[in-house]
């Protein structure tokens, strides 16, 4: 019995041996296709991000397409190559755009990718063909040495024209980092030359109004392709701070009075053009400030901000007014270092005199066709300080240009092809959008400048002297100091004498585009800066709303890189906007190109149809 036990036992570990050989050859014939399959899903992994990057390449290279379809063939094709090569991180040296066309690249994780093919299908589509090849790293073991992946977009043009207004906020809280003289360097206040193609790289200072210049240049990059005129396409330019500059050759817009006084207020110097809101005085509309009326219907008043030099004595002295300018000052030496010139009081920031002051130096520029000219506009921008911010008046000059109320007076020349009156066009007319860009800094706001009367004059010393220059910055004309003269103290202001036609004291402020503060042009109860502010808003709102109506889109954009700007103020823009989704809050620096971008995007109505 014992001897059959132990002959059972040796048969079960035979048994046991063979079955445990037989699970060995199981899981080594089982370990052929997972690691065929580990090594598939591995390299499948990469190949679909391959393939995902080449995807998102080919519709940027369609919309680029697209926006460009009218240029000639070759440089079309190297914009659009440039465009799909930058997506595609190309690893190899000797890379162009041209080679970009013919050859195949290494690329994102080591394909070899091709641009294919480039094909303007119409006037309207553009299509662009590539393939990848990825080399496998684990899939080789099976057999699999490559992935070959093919992809194509088609991009098409919406058939619409657009009339276009960039109403641009050139306040001197734009000019950051650039305000007073221990900050004006090269540095915070170089101009940088804007881009002139929507591939061109350009870094902006870090400053706002050359941020700003730069992304609105983006913008119209964009929108124009790299054509110098887009069939349907027009857009204006408005500069504004509490007024607009209107061009100083536009004399027959001034009402009859002003243009008789014109050179013996301004001389020795000129009107720069900017012209004053059309309410608030005898015979100005109630709504002035508020409607599209032209300048046949209501003539326009030069801005013109009167010196305060001698209007404020005390004891026989004289007391620093806030624009103490002098005609003796503008004499015939206009050139050489100790020339002194009104650009020399301009580029005094805060501190600047003047009939111009607080006036943007840049003029409106009506719609135009040219790339060019709206580029150059955008270029010659620069900040103008004093006064404050009234977007209200920028909003309006805004429509201004889109006003088809406005068509005899911007005498624009002959009907585009295929309209039947010239620019402005009607409102509503078929396959044309009017549109307003509008961007600020800051909160509606009349300022007043503490270095003189008849405000609040609060500096404690001179406010009148300016360096030359700043660490390399060079500023026009000699260092000079034409007032020695302090503020008053609260405790000798009753005593102050006001000149004959000067402005009170009490209760007043800078001069702007509703004259000052004291004048009472706003209404009778504005008294204060903060009253102001409200009525400012309430007529912003009211504008927002009537410009609407009209069938105009509305884009705002509120720059709020300094934290300072208001709750009010960004619902005020937002509701301003034609839709939520036309708002646009900026926080930081870096933001305002990519926001400009994206809202140039919108306007070309770019699509990918496949």
């Not at 997972?34 to 940027?60: C, K, P, Q």
Request: net charge positive; proline share 5%; with cysteine.
């Amino acid at each position: 019995m014992i001897a059959s036990l132990l002959r059972l036992l040796r048969g079960s570990r035979a048994g046991l041996a063979d079955r445990r050989a037989n699970l060995a050859i199981m899981v080594g014939l089982m370990m052929v296709p997972l690691t065929g399959f580990v090594a598939v899903a591995v390299d499948g992994m990469r190949a679909w991000l391959v393939y995902s990057r080449m995807t998102a390449a080919l519709d940027a290279a369609a919309l680029a397409g697209a926006r460009n379809i009218g240029l000639a063939a070759a440089t079309r094709n190297n914009e659009v190559s440039s465009l799909f090569w930058a997506n595609m991180s190309v690893k190899q040296s000797g890379w162009t755009a041209a080679t970009g066309l013919t050859q195949s690249w290494k690329s994102f994780l080591d394909s070899s990718v091709r641009l294919e093919t480039l094909t303007a299908l119409d006037q309207l589509t553009f299509q662009v063909t590539a393939s990848a090849q990825m080399p496998t790293t684990f899939a080789n073991v099976i057999g699999i040495s490559t992935f070959t992946m093919r992809g194509s977009a088609r991009a098409q043009r919406a058939n619409t024209g657009l009339e276009l207004a960039l109403v641009l906020d050139i306040t001197g809280s734009m000019d950051t980092n650039c305000t007073l003289p221990s900050n004006r360097t090269t540095t915070n206040c170089a101009i940088t030359t804007i881009p002139r193609a929507s591939n061109q790289v350009i870094s902006a200072v870090n400053n706002n109004a050359d941020l700003m210049r730069v992304a609105a240049a983006d913008l119209v990059n964009i929108v124009f392709g790299n054509n110098e005129t887009q069939r349907n396409l027009y857009v204006s330019v408005v500069p504004f701070t509490t007024t607009v500059n209107l061009g100083p050759t536009r004399t027959a817009w001034l009402d009859a009075t002003s243009r008789a006084n014109l050179n013996a207020n301004f001389s020795p110097t000129t009107w720069w053009g900017c012209v004053e809101a059309r309410v608030g005085y005898a015979g100005a509309p109630a709504d002035g400030d508020r409607n599209d009326y032209t300048p046949a219907e209501v003539p326009f008043r030069p801005f013109y901000w009167p010196s305060t030099l001698g209007v404020y004595t005390r004891n026989g002295s004289r007391m620093p007014g806030d624009n103490d300018w002098a005609r003796r000052l503008w004499n015939a030496t206009t050139t050489g270092t100790d020339a002194i010139t009104e650009s020399w009081f301009q580029w005094r920031a805060n501190w600047q005199v003047g009939p111009n002051s607080g006036c943007p130096s840049t003029p409106v520029l009506p719609l135009s066709t040219s790339k060019t000219a709206v580029l150059d506009t955008i270029q010659s921008m620069r900040a103008n300080n004093r006064g404050g911010t009234m977007g209200n008046l920028g909003l309006l000059a805004g429509w201004w240009t889109l006003s088809p109320r406005w068509r005899a007076t911007w005498n624009l020349g002959p009907a585009p092809d295929g309209q039947a009156t010239s620019l402005p066009l009607a409102y509503n007319t078929p396959n044309m959008r009017k549109v307003i860009v509008m961007m600020t800094d800051g909160d509606q706001n009349w300022f007043d400048s503490p270095n003189g009367l008849p405000g609040a004059c609060t500096s404690s010393a001179d406010s009148r002297s300016f360096p030359t220059a700043a660490a390399g910055f060079a500023a026009p004309g000699p260092t000079m100091v034409l007032q020695a003269v302090d503020c008053p103290s609260s405790s000798q202001l009753s005593s102050v004498v006001v000149a004959a036609g000067g402005p009170a004291i009490s209760g007043n402020a800078d001069y702007t585009g509703y004259g000052r503060l004291g004048d009472r042009r706003l209404g009778g109860t504005i008294t204060t800066s903060a009253a102001a502010t409200t009525e400012l808003n309430n007529r912003l709102a009211a504008l927002c709303t009537t410009i609407k109506n009209n069938g105009i889109m509305i884009y705002t954009m509120v720059v709020n890189t300094t934290g300072s700007v208001s709750t009010a103020t960004r619902n005020l823009y937002q509701n301003c906007a034609t839709a939520p989704a036309n708002y646009y809050l900026v926080t930081t620096p870096d933001q305002l190109r990519p926001t400009f971008q994206l809202i140039a995007n919108e306007l070309t109505n770019l699509r990918i149809v496949q």
